[in-house]
């Protein structure tokens, strides 16, 4: 037996604390406590109009100075987040426009031509653009409008990368916020993604979308004319357009066979100013009046990537800045109000939140504009995920309705039925998904399990969108061409395999211990790099071992309280939310 004063005497491990514990909270949640989580669903008695009254208009003169300057500086940091957006997309436009055109120009059938259109989308950053390319091809006869819709399905999943990229602005510091937050971007991407899994093969079946577009544009006329200019155009672009503008042209030029290298190099004419007019551009393009700060004469195919990719840049850097100042500024509004209070004006009927999702995204005019904006509110708690879900299904519904109207003022009735197909593809995704509570928890709980998973490893956020965005589409397009090319048995082969290994981790995962070897496995991951170093002379290698022993032990144990809580925990979530629901039905 060793005495206390033991040199030599090796302290006991102590075991190791869970970070992050959300199921030991504090009584009296105030916005701005750490450890608010958007997964817990509150039963708090719902506040009175007079608190929510008092709260809100029973201020001093200089409360209310500042809460003034906090919402000026709500919307200049509102301004110049929409401005790192539009930076995003376009750069993302002028480096990806010539990759996007040779995709677009290489369908062969349904399946390649939605993940085409994801691909596409991804890299473009934009929904809109998608669209405006796949019309210009059913207007020119490149492409049909049955292909064309199943462009807008892909195109549809596509842009919900833009949410998931402004999501990792809210990564650090505070797991809780992104945990939220990352949820709250994917609840985007999952009802697309569940809308095309059920949709897409109804239409190979049916031509649903087509049917009912058809004999909707019937004996419809348009004529050419000037589109309704939103605020985002006529008051964040110029500013945009100042650095650099994308060229839609070129883009669709190499969709329709032209190479990448015929637009290069740029010229303009001598002594003349530079403008649309007088410069033969590439994939940077010019004004009516004037060529941006980033176009330059002589330049080539690289040196418009490196326009872009500098914007880019730009725009990822001005969105971290943007979001970390809006989401201080209200927190800090915020700070000590009850939650009671603030769910009390947020809480809105969910039909109603659909109409104000539809509202907002026809005033921005875009779906993934609409959904990033409100996705860091989720991060801090001020909304809620199921209020966040029917303000998503409204954001595409709304940016539908803007194609249209831009559709009405196009000659021909091909633009037409592509708008109203992509219209009717959101409603009906809106009519399976949403007044069906059953179905309407799926897209929610999955997003909460995409959450709690980044809560755990912040790195799956990043393969969450490399794997959905790019891995995924480029696999099926793969398998999908296999088929068209003739070697189906190469291509049942893979699908095999691909179910094979579903199915053999889905048994493994519930049925054989693999969702505790999985969640140590994301605590390692979580914990490497964070490992006390000894004392010097405080133990032999063989101990360290020992204690490497003792901590996978350790977290063995601790895994599997986890995931015995988190049975406990899900089922008090799913009562409270099936509560939370029946109020919004109300």
Known sequence: MQSDNDPDQQPEPQPRQRRNNRRHRKDGMKFGDEDFSLSIVDDYDEAEWGEVYKACCSHSLQEIGLIFLGILGLFVC??????????????????????????FGSHVNPLSMVMIAVLCTALLQSSSTTTSLVVALVSDGAISVEDGIYLIMGANVGTTITNDIVALAQAYPNNEEFERAFAAATLHDLFNILTVLVLLPFEVWTGYLRVVTQLIVDGAETKAGDGWEGPVD????????????ASKKATLKVAEGESCHDFYPTTCMEGMPQSKETCETGFVACADDFCPAWFRTNATLQDDMVAGGVTVVMGLLFIWITTVAMMAIAQWMLKGLSTRVVYKVVNVNGYLGIALGTGLTMLLQSSSLTTSLLT???????????????????????????????????????PLQVALAHLFFNITGVLIWYPIPHLRRVPIYLARQVGKMVLVWRFFAVIWIVGVFFVVPLILIGISDLFHDGQTAGGALCVTAICVIVLGSTYWLRYMGGSIKVAIFFDNCSQWGHREVSPAGGGTMDDAEEEDDDEEEEGAAAAEDNVNEDVVENRDNLEASKRFEKEMDC
Do not use: H
Not at 80 to 103: P, Q, Y
């Open 78 to 103: 509102l301004y110049f987040w929409i401005f790192a957006m539009d930076l995003l997309g376009t750069g993302s436009k002028v480096i990806s426009g010539c990759r996007g055109g040779e995709l």
């Open 376 to 414: 860091p509110w989720v991060g801090i708690g001020v909304i809620r995920l199921e209020q966040m879900y029917p303000l998503t299904l409204g954001a595409n519904i709304g940016t539908t309705l803007s194609a249209i109207f831009s559709a009405l003022v196009v000659a021909g009735l091909e």
């Open 234 to 245: 006529k008051w964040v672009k110029p500013l945009t357009q100042t650095l650099i503008i």
